[in-house]
């Protein structure tokens, strides 16, 4: 259970400038609080996008988004279970990845 929350943690607090930024709460802001479940896998869904044709903002792909992030955590609270060790550095490498991933969002909400 602590793997799988350090794992949640890990892939979603990134995101948390949804919240924290200073920007005025409206319904542009909202969309993308709306799709914070599926954000994590907004730049794999980008990648497979160009062999797939699919649009990143119809529900269905939301969804499925939203089922490959819950499907990470819990493989990578699996991966990290075994060990503390394997945990904390799981957890360091998923934070920076997922750091990265929210960088590029902001980007794309900034513009």
């Known amino acids: ?15 948390s400038w949804l919240i924290l930024i200073d920007y005025p709460w409206n319904d542009y802001r909202w969309q993308w609080v709306i799709r914070w479940p599926a ?12 062999w797939f044709s699919f649009e990143i903002d ?17 493989g990578l609270a699996w991966l990290g279970a075994q060990r503390w060790r394997t945990l904390i550095v799981t957890g360091a490498i ?16 900034a513009m």
């Open 1 to 15: 259970m602590v793997s799988v929350l350090v794992m949640a943690l890990a892939i979603y607090a990134p995101f």
């Open 39 to 50: 954000l994590p896998m907004l730049m794999p869904a980008a990648l497979l996008r160009r």
């Open 58 to 74: 119809n529900v269905w792909a939301i969804i499925l988004m939203t089922f490959f992030s819950l499907l990470a955590i819990f």
């Open 94 to 109: 998923v934070l920076a990845l997922s750091s990265l991933n929210a960088y590029v969002v902001y980007q794309l909400f």
